[in-house]
Protein backbone atom coordinates (compact mmCIF):
# COMPACT_ATOMS: atom_id res chain seq x y z
CA UNK A 1 0.00 0.00 0.00
CA UNK A 2 1.33 3.48 -0.93
CA UNK A 3 0.48 7.23 0.19
CA UNK A 4 0.05 9.92 -2.79
CA UNK A 5 2.39 12.40 -0.41
CA UNK A 6 0.58 15.18 -2.24
CA UNK A 7 -2.60 14.60 -0.81
CA UNK A 8 -2.07 13.16 2.53
CA UNK A 9 -2.24 14.95 5.83
CA UNK A 10 -1.07 12.98 8.61
CA UNK A 11 -4.32 12.53 10.24
CA UNK A 12 -3.34 9.31 11.08
CA UNK A 13 -6.86 7.83 10.64
CA UNK A 14 -5.84 4.91 9.12
CA UNK A 15 -3.12 3.93 11.62
CA UNK A 16 -5.44 1.71 13.97
CA UNK A 17 -6.59 0.15 11.05
CA UNK A 18 -3.51 -1.44 9.73
CA UNK A 19 -3.67 -5.25 11.16
CA UNK A 20 0.50 -5.03 11.60
CA UNK A 21 0.33 -2.12 13.81
CA UNK A 22 2.69 0.96 13.81
CA UNK A 23 4.47 0.50 10.45
CA UNK A 24 3.77 4.54 9.35
CA UNK A 25 5.97 7.08 10.19
CA UNK A 26 5.32 10.89 9.67
CA UNK A 27 7.35 12.77 7.40
CA UNK A 28 7.54 16.43 6.15
CA UNK A 29 6.66 17.25 2.55
CA UNK A 30 9.70 18.94 0.85
CA UNK A 31 7.86 21.00 -1.88
CA UNK A 32 4.63 22.05 0.03
CA UNK A 33 5.38 23.82 3.18
CA UNK A 34 4.13 23.08 6.51
CA UNK A 35 2.49 19.83 4.92
CA UNK A 36 3.24 16.47 6.87
CA UNK A 37 2.35 13.47 5.42
CA UNK A 38 2.90 9.63 6.29
CA UNK A 39 4.91 7.27 4.55
CA UNK A 40 4.59 3.10 5.09
CA UNK A 41 6.96 1.15 5.78
CA UNK A 42 7.06 -0.52 2.28
CA UNK A 43 9.46 -4.08 3.82
CA UNK A 44 6.51 -4.06 7.02
CA UNK A 45 3.49 -4.11 4.56
CA UNK A 46 1.59 -6.55 3.13
CA UNK A 47 -0.10 -5.21 0.57
CA UNK A 48 -3.00 -6.88 2.77
CA UNK A 49 -5.72 -3.12 1.46
CA UNK A 50 -7.64 -3.27 4.89
CA UNK A 51 -6.44 0.45 5.30
CA UNK A 52 -7.58 1.21 2.12
CA UNK A 53 -10.88 -1.06 2.26
CA UNK A 54 -11.37 0.86 5.34
CA UNK A 55 -12.23 3.74 3.44
CA UNK A 56 -11.26 6.28 6.41
CA UNK A 57 -8.69 8.42 4.62
CA UNK A 58 -10.83 12.13 4.07
CA UNK A 59 -8.57 12.83 1.06
CA UNK A 60 -8.17 9.83 -0.62
CA UNK A 61 -4.55 9.38 -0.24
CA UNK A 62 -4.21 5.60 0.10
CA UNK A 63 -3.40 3.31 -3.39
CA UNK A 64 -2.80 0.33 -4.25
CA UNK A 65 -0.44 -0.09 -7.30
CA UNK A 66 0.19 -3.35 -9.36
CA UNK A 67 2.80 -4.57 -7.84
CA UNK A 68 5.43 -6.46 -9.90
CA UNK A 69 6.84 -10.49 -9.27
CA UNK A 70 8.01 -10.84 -6.66
CA UNK A 71 5.98 -8.93 -4.17
CA UNK A 72 3.02 -9.46 -6.15
CA UNK A 73 3.29 -12.49 -3.39
CA UNK A 74 2.29 -10.61 -0.51
CA UNK A 75 -1.07 -9.52 -1.92
CA UNK A 76 -1.94 -13.02 -3.06
CA UNK A 77 -1.28 -14.42 0.57
CA UNK A 78 -2.27 -10.78 2.90
CA UNK A 79 -5.55 -9.60 0.98
CA UNK A 80 -8.46 -11.90 1.28
CA UNK A 81 -10.04 -10.31 -1.57
CA UNK A 82 -7.23 -11.91 -3.93
CA UNK A 83 -7.48 -14.95 -5.36
CA UNK A 84 -4.28 -17.04 -5.98
CA UNK A 85 -5.26 -19.31 -10.01
CA UNK A 86 -2.81 -21.65 -8.66
CA UNK A 87 -5.43 -22.93 -5.22
CA UNK A 88 -8.52 -21.72 -7.38
CA UNK A 89 -10.17 -20.68 -3.76
CA UNK A 90 -10.26 -17.66 -2.62
CA UNK A 91 -8.33 -17.07 0.92
CA UNK A 92 -4.21 -17.75 1.32
CA UNK A 93 -5.15 -21.90 1.31
CA UNK A 94 -6.97 -24.53 -0.05
CA UNK A 95 -10.28 -26.54 0.84
CA UNK A 96 -8.39 -28.65 2.95
CA UNK A 97 -11.44 -30.92 5.31
CA UNK A 98 -14.03 -28.14 3.65
CA UNK A 99 -14.84 -30.63 1.26
CA UNK A 100 -13.36 -34.03 2.44
CA UNK A 101 -16.81 -35.49 1.93
CA UNK A 102 -17.14 -35.32 -1.55
CA UNK A 103 -12.88 -35.04 -2.45
CA UNK A 104 -11.50 -38.07 0.09
CA UNK A 105 -8.85 -35.76 0.28
CA UNK A 106 -8.09 -36.85 3.73
CA UNK A 107 -8.46 -41.25 3.84
CA UNK A 108 -8.64 -43.27 7.36
CA UNK A 109 -4.41 -42.96 8.41
CA UNK A 110 -3.50 -39.78 6.97
CA UNK A 111 -3.63 -37.02 9.26
CA UNK A 112 -3.66 -33.04 7.45
CA UNK A 113 -1.04 -30.56 9.34
CA UNK A 114 -1.27 -27.23 8.30
CA UNK A 115 1.26 -24.64 10.16
CA UNK A 116 0.21 -20.71 8.94
CA UNK A 117 3.00 -18.40 9.86
CA UNK A 118 2.21 -15.35 11.19
CA UNK A 119 -1.00 -15.69 12.26
CA UNK A 120 -2.84 -14.13 14.30
CA UNK A 121 -1.31 -11.03 13.08
CA UNK A 122 1.99 -10.84 13.21
CA UNK A 123 3.15 -11.40 9.97
CA UNK A 124 5.84 -14.03 8.39
CA UNK A 125 9.15 -13.54 6.07
CA UNK A 126 9.11 -16.18 3.65
CA UNK A 127 12.31 -16.78 4.95
CA UNK A 128 10.69 -18.60 7.81
CA UNK A 129 7.97 -20.58 6.21
CA UNK A 130 11.07 -22.20 3.94
CA UNK A 131 12.45 -23.25 7.10
CA UNK A 132 9.25 -24.85 8.68
CA UNK A 133 8.78 -26.44 4.78
CA UNK A 134 12.02 -27.72 4.71
CA UNK A 135 12.34 -29.20 8.45
CA UNK A 136 8.90 -31.61 7.28
CA UNK A 137 9.94 -32.40 3.93
CA UNK A 138 12.13 -34.99 5.19
CA UNK A 139 9.22 -36.68 7.23
CA UNK A 140 7.14 -37.65 4.35
CA UNK A 141 5.18 -34.82 4.52
CA UNK A 142 3.12 -34.46 1.22
CA UNK A 143 2.61 -30.62 0.69
CA UNK A 144 -0.61 -29.85 -0.85
CA UNK A 145 -0.26 -29.43 -4.76
CA UNK A 146 -2.18 -26.68 -4.93
CA UNK A 147 -1.47 -24.03 -1.77
CA UNK A 148 -0.04 -21.24 -2.80
CA UNK A 149 3.08 -21.90 -0.45
CA UNK A 150 3.45 -24.94 -2.18
CA UNK A 151 3.88 -23.06 -5.78
CA UNK A 152 5.88 -20.76 -4.56
CA UNK A 153 8.58 -23.69 -3.95
CA UNK A 154 11.57 -24.02 -6.04
CA UNK A 155 12.02 -27.77 -5.27
CA UNK A 156 8.60 -29.42 -3.62
CA UNK A 157 10.28 -32.52 -2.42
CA UNK A 158 12.68 -30.30 -0.11
CA UNK A 159 10.35 -27.79 0.93
CA UNK A 160 12.83 -25.09 -0.84
CA UNK A 161 11.33 -22.06 -1.43
CA UNK A 162 12.28 -19.83 -4.55
CA UNK A 163 15.53 -17.42 -3.64
CA UNK A 164 13.81 -13.87 -4.82
CA UNK A 165 10.20 -14.79 -2.57
CA UNK A 166 12.21 -15.16 0.51
CA UNK A 167 12.67 -11.56 1.92
CA UNK A 168 8.67 -10.83 0.95
CA UNK A 169 6.23 -10.78 3.96
CA UNK A 170 2.63 -12.26 4.30
CA UNK A 171 0.11 -11.39 7.00
CA UNK A 172 0.17 -15.07 7.14
CA UNK A 173 1.33 -17.81 4.78
CA UNK A 174 0.01 -21.09 5.62
CA UNK A 175 1.61 -24.63 4.60
CA UNK A 176 -0.77 -27.21 3.82
CA UNK A 177 -0.63 -31.00 3.37
CA UNK A 178 -0.73 -34.33 4.90
CA UNK A 179 1.39 -37.27 6.10
CA UNK A 180 0.68 -40.97 7.80
CA UNK A 181 -0.79 -41.31 10.70
CA UNK A 182 2.13 -43.15 12.71
CA UNK A 183 4.74 -40.30 11.49
CA UNK A 184 2.49 -37.55 12.84
CA UNK A 185 4.71 -37.78 17.02
CA UNK A 186 7.93 -36.80 14.61
CA UNK A 187 6.47 -34.54 13.00
CA UNK A 188 4.72 -32.51 15.79
CA UNK A 189 8.05 -32.63 17.66
CA UNK A 190 9.87 -31.69 14.39
CA UNK A 191 7.61 -28.52 14.45
CA UNK A 192 7.61 -27.66 18.07
CA UNK A 193 11.94 -27.47 17.49
CA UNK A 194 11.48 -25.27 14.29
CA UNK A 195 9.18 -22.77 16.17
CA UNK A 196 12.40 -22.05 18.43
CA UNK A 197 14.17 -20.77 15.18
CA UNK A 198 11.47 -18.44 13.08
CA UNK A 199 11.04 -14.59 14.15
CA UNK A 200 7.62 -14.70 14.43
CA UNK A 201 4.45 -17.08 15.83
CA UNK A 202 2.33 -19.56 13.56
CA UNK A 203 -0.72 -21.37 14.69
CA UNK A 204 -0.91 -25.48 13.92
CA UNK A 205 -4.09 -27.42 12.86
CA UNK A 206 -4.39 -31.34 12.30
CA UNK A 207 -7.03 -32.96 10.44
CA UNK A 208 -8.66 -36.61 10.72
CA UNK A 209 -11.16 -38.63 9.12
CA UNK A 210 -13.87 -39.40 11.95
CA UNK A 211 -14.56 -43.33 12.12
CA UNK A 212 -18.36 -44.08 11.89
CA UNK A 213 -17.22 -45.96 15.13
CA UNK A 214 -14.33 -45.57 17.55
CA UNK A 215 -12.12 -42.83 18.74
CA UNK A 216 -10.68 -40.24 16.77
CA UNK A 217 -7.36 -41.64 16.10
CA UNK A 218 -5.18 -38.47 16.62
CA UNK A 219 -6.59 -37.58 19.89
CA UNK A 220 -5.30 -40.68 21.93
CA UNK A 221 -1.38 -39.70 20.26
CA UNK A 222 -1.92 -35.71 21.68
CA UNK A 223 -2.87 -36.78 24.89
CA UNK A 224 -0.38 -39.12 25.21
CA UNK A 225 2.22 -36.52 23.82
CA UNK A 226 0.69 -34.00 26.39
CA UNK A 227 -0.20 -31.59 22.74
CA UNK A 228 -2.90 -29.05 23.68
CA UNK A 229 -5.86 -28.93 21.27
CA UNK A 230 -8.50 -26.04 21.32
CA UNK A 231 -12.27 -26.90 22.80
CA UNK A 232 -13.42 -25.59 19.35
CA UNK A 233 -12.61 -27.05 16.17
CA UNK A 234 -14.32 -27.29 12.30
CA UNK A 235 -16.42 -29.77 11.38
CA UNK A 236 -17.21 -31.22 8.19
CA UNK A 237 -21.07 -32.95 8.63
CA UNK A 238 -20.69 -34.78 5.55
CA UNK A 239 -23.76 -33.10 3.30
CA UNK A 240 -21.50 -32.61 0.07
CA UNK A 241 -22.86 -34.55 -3.02
CA UNK A 242 -22.00 -37.21 -4.70
CA UNK A 243 -20.70 -38.50 -1.01
CA UNK A 244 -16.70 -40.13 -1.35
CA UNK A 245 -16.53 -44.00 -0.39
CA UNK A 246 -14.19 -44.04 2.38
CA UNK A 247 -15.04 -47.16 3.42
CA UNK A 248 -16.45 -50.01 1.00
CA UNK B 1 -7.76 -21.96 4.49
CA UNK B 2 -8.66 -22.12 7.98
CA UNK B 3 -9.92 -18.59 8.84
CA UNK B 4 -12.90 -20.21 11.25
CA UNK B 5 -10.73 -22.04 13.26
CA UNK B 6 -8.30 -20.54 15.72
CA UNK B 7 -11.00 -18.15 17.56
CA UNK B 8 -9.75 -17.64 21.19
CA UNK B 9 -11.79 -18.09 24.46
CA UNK B 10 -13.35 -20.29 27.12
CA UNK B 11 -16.23 -22.11 26.97
CA UNK B 12 -18.77 -19.89 27.87
CA UNK B 13 -17.65 -16.94 25.41
CA UNK B 14 -17.36 -19.96 22.48
CA UNK B 15 -21.07 -21.75 23.46
CA UNK B 16 -23.15 -19.64 21.39
CA UNK B 17 -20.35 -19.21 18.17
CA UNK B 18 -20.61 -20.94 15.44
CA UNK B 19 -19.32 -20.50 11.85
CA UNK B 20 -21.34 -22.16 9.24
CA UNK B 21 -19.53 -22.39 5.31
CA UNK B 22 -20.78 -24.16 2.38
CA UNK B 23 -17.65 -25.12 -0.44
CA UNK B 24 -18.19 -26.52 -3.56
CA UNK B 25 -15.06 -28.83 -4.22
CA UNK B 26 -12.66 -28.29 -7.58
CA UNK B 27 -13.07 -31.50 -9.82
CA UNK B 28 -16.49 -32.66 -7.96
CA UNK B 29 -19.34 -30.54 -7.97
CA UNK B 30 -17.65 -27.16 -8.56
CA UNK B 31 -18.50 -26.90 -12.36
CA UNK B 32 -22.09 -25.22 -12.31
CA UNK B 33 -22.14 -24.98 -8.19
CA UNK B 34 -23.62 -21.39 -8.20
CA UNK B 35 -26.94 -21.93 -7.65
CA UNK B 36 -26.17 -24.15 -5.34
CA UNK B 37 -24.12 -22.22 -3.13
CA UNK B 38 -27.01 -19.56 -3.76
CA UNK B 39 -29.45 -22.02 -2.07
CA UNK B 40 -27.68 -22.51 0.81
CA UNK B 41 -26.94 -19.06 0.98
CA UNK B 42 -30.54 -18.63 0.52
CA UNK B 43 -31.75 -21.12 3.42
CA UNK B 44 -29.00 -20.14 6.40
CA UNK B 45 -30.56 -16.19 5.88
CA UNK B 46 -33.76 -17.53 6.79
CA UNK B 47 -32.52 -19.06 10.04
CA UNK B 48 -31.59 -15.08 11.44
CA UNK B 49 -27.73 -15.19 11.47
CA UNK B 50 -26.11 -12.52 13.06
CA UNK B 51 -23.54 -12.03 10.03
CA UNK B 52 -23.01 -13.31 6.50
CA UNK B 53 -20.70 -12.89 3.89
CA UNK B 54 -18.72 -14.15 0.73
CA UNK B 55 -15.09 -13.17 0.84
CA UNK B 56 -15.08 -11.55 -2.70
CA UNK B 57 -18.27 -9.26 -2.23
CA UNK B 58 -18.42 -8.45 1.76
CA UNK B 59 -20.83 -9.45 4.30
CA UNK B 60 -24.41 -7.76 4.89
CA UNK B 61 -22.79 -5.13 7.23
CA UNK B 62 -20.65 -4.10 3.83
CA UNK B 63 -23.37 -4.33 1.42
CA UNK B 64 -27.03 -6.17 1.20
CA UNK B 65 -28.01 -9.94 0.83
CA UNK B 66 -28.98 -9.25 -2.37
CA UNK B 67 -25.92 -8.38 -3.67
CA UNK B 68 -24.03 -11.33 -2.26
CA UNK B 69 -26.50 -13.47 -3.46
CA UNK B 70 -26.86 -11.67 -6.84
CA UNK B 71 -22.88 -12.08 -7.25
CA UNK B 72 -22.19 -15.74 -6.39
CA UNK B 73 -20.31 -18.13 -8.64
CA UNK B 74 -18.99 -21.19 -9.06
CA UNK B 75 -16.63 -21.77 -6.58
CA UNK B 76 -17.91 -19.15 -4.32
CA UNK B 77 -16.78 -19.88 -0.53
CA UNK B 78 -19.68 -18.53 1.48
CA UNK B 79 -19.79 -17.91 5.77
CA UNK B 80 -22.63 -17.99 7.91
CA UNK B 81 -22.43 -16.91 11.72
CA UNK B 82 -24.82 -17.76 14.28
CA UNK B 83 -24.54 -16.56 17.81
CA UNK B 84 -27.29 -19.49 18.57
CA UNK B 85 -27.52 -22.86 18.81
CA UNK B 86 -30.86 -23.48 18.18
CA UNK B 87 -30.58 -21.69 14.66
CA UNK B 88 -27.79 -23.92 13.38
CA UNK B 89 -29.77 -26.84 14.65
CA UNK B 90 -32.84 -25.41 12.72
CA UNK B 91 -30.29 -24.93 9.75
CA UNK B 92 -29.01 -28.53 9.68
CA UNK B 93 -32.18 -29.82 9.73
CA UNK B 94 -33.18 -28.23 6.22
CA UNK B 95 -30.27 -28.28 5.25
CA UNK B 96 -30.67 -32.41 5.69
CA UNK B 97 -33.45 -31.95 3.75
CA UNK B 98 -33.01 -29.84 1.30
CA UNK B 99 -29.52 -30.87 0.57
CA UNK B 100 -27.82 -28.12 -2.01
CA UNK B 101 -25.12 -30.44 -2.66
CA UNK B 102 -22.28 -28.12 -1.52
CA UNK B 103 -20.06 -29.30 1.46
CA UNK B 104 -20.91 -27.95 4.75
CA UNK B 105 -18.27 -27.47 7.89
CA UNK B 106 -19.71 -25.90 11.36
CA UNK B 107 -16.88 -24.32 12.95
CA UNK B 108 -17.60 -24.36 17.07
CA UNK B 109 -17.02 -26.35 20.18
CA UNK B 110 -16.93 -29.48 18.92
CA UNK B 111 -18.84 -31.56 21.57
CA UNK B 112 -21.66 -28.76 20.99
CA UNK B 113 -21.26 -29.39 17.28
CA UNK B 114 -21.91 -33.34 17.89
CA UNK B 115 -24.91 -32.54 19.95
CA UNK B 116 -26.36 -30.35 17.03
CA UNK B 117 -25.44 -32.80 14.47
CA UNK B 118 -26.95 -35.67 16.38
CA UNK B 119 -30.29 -33.77 17.04
CA UNK B 120 -30.66 -32.77 13.23
CA UNK B 121 -30.08 -36.77 11.93
CA UNK B 122 -26.79 -36.18 10.70
CA UNK B 123 -24.88 -38.82 12.79
CA UNK B 124 -21.17 -38.27 13.17
CA UNK B 125 -18.72 -35.85 12.51
CA UNK B 126 -17.05 -36.28 8.91
CA UNK B 127 -13.92 -35.02 9.11
CA UNK B 128 -12.50 -32.88 12.08
CA UNK B 129 -9.81 -30.19 12.31
CA UNK B 130 -8.27 -29.44 15.76
CA UNK B 131 -6.76 -25.72 16.37
CA UNK B 132 -3.41 -26.93 18.49
CA UNK B 133 -2.83 -23.32 19.35
CA UNK B 134 0.14 -20.66 18.53
CA UNK B 135 3.46 -21.70 18.39
CA UNK B 136 6.61 -19.54 18.31
CA UNK B 137 7.52 -16.26 19.21
CA UNK B 138 4.16 -15.85 21.33
CA UNK B 139 5.99 -12.33 23.11
CA UNK B 140 4.77 -10.89 19.91
CA UNK B 141 0.91 -11.33 20.77
CA UNK B 142 -1.63 -8.70 21.86
CA UNK B 143 -3.59 -9.55 25.47
CA UNK B 144 -5.37 -12.46 24.95
CA UNK B 145 -8.56 -10.03 25.48
CA UNK B 146 -7.89 -8.49 22.15
CA UNK B 147 -7.05 -11.96 20.41
CA UNK B 148 -10.39 -13.01 21.74
CA UNK B 149 -11.98 -10.65 19.45
CA UNK B 150 -9.67 -10.21 16.58
CA UNK B 151 -9.12 -13.96 16.32
CA UNK B 152 -12.95 -13.86 14.89
CA UNK B 153 -11.14 -12.73 11.41
CA UNK B 154 -8.99 -15.55 10.35
CA UNK B 155 -7.73 -12.79 8.10
CA UNK B 156 -6.77 -10.93 10.38
CA UNK B 157 -8.16 -8.13 9.21
CA UNK B 158 -9.45 -6.95 12.31
CA UNK B 159 -6.26 -4.66 13.91
CA UNK B 160 -5.26 -4.77 17.09
CA UNK B 161 -5.05 -1.13 17.75
CA UNK B 162 -8.74 -1.35 16.46
CA UNK B 163 -10.16 -2.96 19.29
CA UNK B 164 -8.47 -0.53 21.88
CA UNK B 165 -9.56 2.45 19.48
CA UNK B 166 -13.26 1.25 19.43
CA UNK B 167 -12.92 0.82 23.07
CA UNK B 168 -11.70 4.53 23.68
CA UNK B 169 -14.04 6.13 21.26
CA UNK B 170 -17.01 4.43 23.42
CA UNK B 171 -15.57 5.95 26.45
CA UNK B 172 -15.54 8.98 24.87
CA UNK B 173 -19.25 9.05 23.67
CA UNK B 174 -18.02 9.04 20.23
CA UNK B 175 -19.50 5.58 19.16
CA UNK B 176 -22.10 3.46 20.80
CA UNK B 177 -21.19 -0.67 20.83
CA UNK B 178 -23.51 -1.73 18.56
CA UNK B 179 -21.50 0.94 15.76
CA UNK B 180 -18.70 -0.75 16.98
CA UNK B 181 -19.32 -3.91 16.61
CA UNK B 182 -20.51 -3.00 12.97
CA UNK B 183 -17.07 -1.18 12.38
CA UNK B 184 -15.30 -3.98 12.78
CA UNK B 185 -17.55 -6.86 11.16
CA UNK B 186 -16.84 -4.38 8.40
CA UNK B 187 -13.51 -5.35 8.46
CA UNK B 188 -14.15 -9.06 8.16
CA UNK B 189 -15.39 -8.82 4.87
CA UNK B 190 -16.23 -13.04 5.19
CA UNK B 191 -18.59 -12.29 7.43
CA UNK B 192 -16.93 -14.68 9.99
CA UNK B 193 -17.09 -11.74 13.46
CA UNK B 194 -20.32 -12.62 15.91
CA UNK B 195 -21.10 -9.23 16.83
CA UNK B 196 -23.02 -10.75 19.75
CA UNK B 197 -19.72 -12.23 21.19
CA UNK B 198 -17.73 -9.33 20.09
CA UNK B 199 -19.64 -7.01 21.91
CA UNK B 200 -19.76 -8.61 25.06
CA UNK B 201 -15.91 -9.34 25.41
CA UNK B 202 -16.09 -5.43 24.89
CA UNK B 203 -18.11 -4.73 27.32
CA UNK B 204 -16.00 -7.10 29.45
CA UNK B 205 -12.92 -5.24 28.07
CA UNK B 206 -14.66 -1.25 29.27
CA UNK B 207 -14.04 -1.42 32.42
CA UNK B 208 -10.22 -2.58 32.12
CA UNK B 209 -8.97 0.75 30.15
CA UNK B 210 -8.71 4.27 31.44
CA UNK B 211 -9.28 7.37 29.32
CA UNK B 212 -6.59 10.08 30.70
CA UNK B 213 -7.90 12.97 28.08
CA UNK B 214 -10.89 13.96 26.21
Known amino acids: MRVRDDRCIGCKRCFPYCPLGRIQTLRRHEKIPGRIYIEIDQDKCTDCGMCYRAKICPVNALYQPAEPWPREV ?48 VAAYFRDVEKVAMALSPLGYQFAEENPVT ?10 LRDDVLNERATSAIIEGKCNLKNLPEVLETIKKVAEKVDTVFTVEIISKVPPEGEIPILP ?25 FYQ | MTHSLHRRGDRESLKDDFVVLG ?30 GDMKTGNIYNTTIEDILDRVTDGTIVEVTYDSRDRVVALLKELKEKRPGISITVSGVTD ?13 IHTIEYSMGTWGQTEKL ?11 CGHAMIANDLVGKMIRDIKRGRRTLDEVAVEMAKCCTCGNLNLTRGKQILKEMLPLYVINSY
Request: glycine share 14%; hydrophobic share 30%.
Open chain 2, 142 to 152: PDFDVLRITTM
Open chain 2, 112 to 124: IVQEMMYEAGLGR
Open chain 2, 23 to 52: CPSTGVNKKGSAPKTREYLRIAYTHGPINE
Open chain 1, 151 to 160: QFMADKKTGK
Open chain 1, 221 to 245: ILKRLGYWYSINSKNNVGLGEPAFK
Open chain 1, 74 to 121: RAILSNPLTEYKGSQVPGRGTEEMKTNDVSGRFRPGEVGVGIELGRPG
